[in-house]
């Protein structure tokens, strides 16, 4: 049995995220939001239309979720805090999913940027889960400015490269006791899989689950690659190794 | 860093493009396809002739490109004319100097009733336009129309007359999200010629008009050449690569890049290099495949058609239900057209339509709130 994710003392049914970003209808994204099992959602307060005529995104989330705001288009941490208070003033509640990107091209985020805005939307009570560069003297620094988790990229957003950065992420699981959530360039269950054998606390996909032919089951695929990974890390799995290991040693009979 | 983009226009002034495309071979069309990220001989390759024999390849991985990227997500956007008065004279342009049209500019009840009229199709997203007359359009105007429409739309775009860095920051401060400007053509003698006189025939401080705007702290920008007025081929690649710089200096914007096509059945003017439906198609895969994060755009000049059948090859946003006259969403004294709009799908059919090719019509993508004080 796994064991349960607690993020900022709460507990959270699922390992699997899902952002709500690049679906081809919201009627597609909540039957994947059910599919998965996800707990966790996000979604890009600049899609968020209290105004709108249109259908409103927040209404085709399953109202057991948490639904966690992004600040998708800020560029600098003032732009970023700014999007946070409007989310928490449209009732989008604490959570909040700090994205500074000051880069359009790659869509690398501004980790002292990242820093700042973690530190004033702590102080105002914000759960802050901050979306960074996977560097452990940073993910030090969002512990102490108060982050509730640390949500460092696998690859580029939208590349589907898989765990690229697997070297630095396996340093911050090591070291920064916070939950660490592996967010972006996760293409396929087996790179969920391999994020959370190496200790991730939880992923985070949007881009391969939205824009796959059929998003319901993929986001169910992934779901599950998250638990078998999740069971494989803490039931303790054999290491690689180098070398073929014989079942019935050459050397026995020293015993 | 290289101070303008204007350095790089004249890198390519005595560059022999017709000698380059005739030197492209269908194997140089492969290498470039199996490649992740292009060089701008790459962008070329991919718009000569001799690219089109494998446009289907070329068009699945635009698709593959746009969707990894944007999603299956189409914006949607109106465009809304302020003023029709303008001093240049282009002669491709239903607003220009000499046309003797009824001229009219929106008082504020008027902007206020076009306004409602177009909010009422769900439409957010709205572009301005102006002609270029600073006496009778001044910024002190376009300041006015921006704080009246920020209650009713998410995010306001200006497609007007070029401006400077502080004038741009003026704008922004006020609401501004986005620009739009068109070199209309690259080519500095042609430009010279269509336009003669009035405030546009500054070829380079309209150039650098988008990377103003960027050192202001514009948030979208979007260029384009007016696609007929010369070789398509090299008007694109130097779009393209006016695009590419703007997204290397500044990287902080989100870059578009528009394909406005000047039919020749529609309308009074005709191009001198008119584009077939074949022609734009393969512009449109080979920028997206060079720039696979800028935003494309076209307009309601081309037919429903083509554009229900752009979608997925590198479109990310529409205009929808467009006007092109002053008043010509509510107003019983419309102006005439700037130019003949081909599609005139109402803003609930193109919405179907999108829906229809497995894609999310987006109408608002922005919150006033989330801007600048």
Redesign the interface.
Known sequence: METQLIVSGQPIRSRFFLGT??????KIMREAIISSGAHIVTVA?????P????ENILEYIPKDCIVMANTS?A?NA??AI??AR?ARALGCGNWIKIEV?????Y?LPDNAQTIYATEVLAKEGFIVMPYVNPDLADARRLRDAGAASIMPLGAPI???KGIALRELIKILIEEIELPIVVDAGIGRPSHAAQAMEIGAAAVLVN?AV??SDDPVSVARAFSLAVEAGRLAYECGISPIRESAQASSPLTGFLR | MPKTFYDQIERFERFDFAAFFSRVKPEDVERVLAKDSLSETDFLVLLSEEAFGCLEPLAQKAKRITVGNFGKVIQLYAPLYLSNYCENDCAYCGFKHSNPIARKRLSLTELRQEAEEIAKSGIRQILLLTGESRAQSPLSYIKECVSLLKQTFSMISIEIYPLSVDEYAQLIAAGVCGLTIYQETYDQRLYAQLHGQGPKSDYRFRLEAPQRAAQAGMRQINIGALLGLAEFRKEVFLAGLHAYWLERYYPDIELGISFPRIQPQVGSFSPAYPLRDRDLTQAIVATRIFLPRAGITISTRETKELRDNLIGLGLTRLSAGSRTQVGGYALSDKTEGQFEIADTSSVETIRQMVCRKGYQPVFSDWQNGMNRA
Do not use: C, H, M, W
């Open positions: 970003g690049k679906f081809a209808s919201y307060l600049r899609r968020i239309d105004q709108a005529k249109e288009g560029r003032e732009e700014r999007v409007l990107i000051p880069d359009n091209k869509l939208g590349t589907n881009t939205a824009t």
